[in-house]
């Protein structure tokens, strides 16, 4: 099995930063993407940056420029950098991983981490 835990959240004023860490762990024996998504009360899941295996990247058109994505292969980690942040930034923020277990890519979610901007 393999488990996903965020961390980094919190309340910060618009115009500041935070950086979220993810961390996958388990039974891993292959990563393909590894992504930050964001859920706003009323709102549906979107996705906001992605990292895949070979090092491509893709934003949200809403945080280009301002968050960052980076990626640790060997440690199966993953950091969101937000700077600039804006009060229509808060949301749960999720981690998300599709990993191999040994039964195939499957993905895997962490349990959300709250972010809150405050203008």
């Known amino acids: 099995q393999v488990q996903v835990v965020e961390s980094g959240g919190g309340l910060v004023q618009a115009g500041g930063s935070l950086t979220l860490s993810c961390a996958a762990s388990?039974?891993?024996?292959?990563?393909?993407?590894m992504d930050w998504y964001r859920q706003a009360p009323g709102k549906q899941r979107e996705l906001v940056a992605s990292?895949?295996?070979?090092?491509?990247?893709k934003y949200a058109d809403s945080v280009k420029g301002r968050f960052t994505i980076s990626r640790d292969n060997v440690k199966n980690t993953v950091l969101l950098q937000m700077k600039s942040l804006k009060p229509e930034d808060t949301a749960v923020y999720y981690c998300?991983?599709?990993?191999?277990?040994?039964?195939?890519?499957?993905?895997?979610w962490g349990q959300g981490t709250q972010v809150t901007v405050s203008s």
């Open positions: 388990g039974r891993i024996f292959s990563v393909s993407a």
């Open positions: 998300h991983t599709r990993a191999d277990s040994g039964r195939g890519f499957r993905d895997y």
């Open positions: 990292n895949i295996s070979g090092g491509s990247t």
